[in-house]
Structures are given as structure tokens and as C-alpha cells.
């Protein structure tokens, strides 16, 4: 009777290892992965700054240099890849950061996917800078999820050096201007129908506590000093 209850206990205590040792493996995993997930988030907003002063230095881009003093807000991606023969997808990862009186909010994470037809042969990374003009596109940005030209409106943004000389630019009705530089085969990339949708797990991972969008861009509560770079790469833009 002595042994058998000895042996219970015996299995009892593996299992409880087991468990525990579990336990450690998940905790561990859970923590690498969250670290993972916000070097990558670093990496989003480092090369968004770069995505920026790219095309804030690029005379063709003198548009953007124009309408984005009015912009309520700006979402840029780094890069946006598209691939394929006649369909197309196209994806990446970029920030949203809302102007708040004279200062930028801090960034959120969104993904850009969408599906596109036409004569697309090759592939393609193209840099893309969207101004919401309107506190309309920043409310629509806000929500899980918006879809251009149909909840929101989009329009692409001139390109050349028009604007140089320029007192005033043409108002905007769009709710969105897109510039996009591209590398590749493709003569562009259309935006209409593509789909805006939340990255809440870098949100996380970057913060450290789960964030809603609107609290990130108005709630000061989510600070990051390595969105330092960006800020002052966009209160360059509107002062240029």
C-alpha cells in the first residue's frame, strides 16, 4: 500500500514538472517572440523615416512637398511588394502618425494588402507615402480596418516639378493623396480597393501593453523613443 502510494506520488510530481517545465519553454518562447516582434516594429519605423526623406529630397515629389503642410495625417510604407502576370497582390507594413496641433503622435502599425488586374508583368517594391487630408481619413485609418476608394476615397498625387513655383496648390477633394516611388517593371501602383488593417500585435510588441490605434495617436500614454527620427523627419517635411 506504501509503495503504491508512493508511486502516485512519483507520477504526480513528474507531471507537475512536465507542466512547469512547459511552462518555461511557452514563457520563454512567448518572451523571444514579443522581442522578435518589436525589433521588427523598429525596423518599420526606422525605414519609414528613410521613406520619407527619400522622397521629400526627390524634386519630382514636389507635390507631396506642397500638400503635405495641409495633411491631418500621414501613413507611410517602406515598402510594398507586387508580383505577378495580369493578377497581382500587393502587401507590406507601414505607420500611421496624426498631426496634433504642432507635433506628430506616435505611430501605429498597419498592413496594406490588396488585389490588383491589369497588364502587370514582373515584379515590384515600391515606396508609398498616403496624406490623409481630412479628419474624415483619419477616422476611417482609426477603425480595424478601411478600404480604399470605398470607404474612403483616395486620389494619386502629382508628380514633376510643378509645384516649385507654386504659391498655392490645387484643394484637394480626396479624402487620401498617394505618392508612390517604384522600382520594377510596373508603370505604378493603384490603391484603389486596397484594404488598411491593424497590426495590434506590433502595436504590443513596440509598446509594451496593448494599444488601441486611438489611444496610441491621442491617448499619449504609448511613448517609444525610437520613433524620435521619424517625428522630426515629418516636422522637417512640413517646415521644408
Do not use: C
Amino acid at each position: 500500500m506504501i509503495t503504491k502510494a508512493k508511486n502516485v506520488l512519483n507520477i504526480g510530481i513528474a507531471m507537475l514538472t512536465v507542466i512547469f517545465a512547459f511552462g518555461l519553454v511557452t514563457g520563454s518562447y512567448s518572451t523571444a517572440r514579443a522581442a522578435d516582434k518589436a525589433v521588427e516594429a523598429q525596423s518599420i519605423v526606422d525605414k519609414a523615416k528613410g521613406t520619407l526623406a527619400d522622397l521629400m529630397s526627390d524634386s519630382n515629389f514636389s507635390w507631396m512637398w506642397k500638400y503635405i503642410k495641409q495633411a491631418r495625417g500621414v501613413v507611410i510604407f517602406p515598402s510594398v511588394i507586387k508580383g505577378g502576370f495580369f493578377i497581382g497582390g500587393s502587401g507590406g507594413t507601414g505607420v500611421l502618425m496624426v498631426r496634433n496641433g504642432t507635433t506628430w503622435s506616435e505611430p501605429a502599425f498597419y498592413t496594406l494588402g490588396s488585389v490588383t488586374f491589369g497588364l502587370q508583368i514582373g515584379g515590384e517594391a515600391a515606396e508609398v507615402v498616403m496624406l490623409a487630408m481630412n479628419q474624415k481619413a483619419v477616422d476611417s485609418v482609426l477603425s480595424s480596418s478601411v478600404k480604399l476608394g470605398g470607404d474612403a476615397s483616395i486620389a494619386v498625387g502629382p508628380l514633376g516639378g510643378g509645384a516649385k513655383g507654386s504659391a498655392t496648390i490645387p484643394e484637394v477633394t480626396a479624402d487620401f493623396v498617394s505618392f508612390t516611388k517604384a522600382k520594377g517593371l510596373y508603370a505604378g501602383l493603384n490603391l484603389e480597393g486596397a484594404v488598411l488593417a491593424v497590426r495590434d500585435s506590433l502595436d504590443e510588441a513596440y509598446y509594451g501593453k496593448a494599444f488601441a490605434p486611438r489611444d496610441i495617436i491621442y491617448g499619449k500614454k504609448a511613448v517609444n523613443p525610437g520613433t524620435r527620427g521619424l517625428r522630426s523627419e515629418l516636422h522637417k517635411a512640413i517646415a521644408k
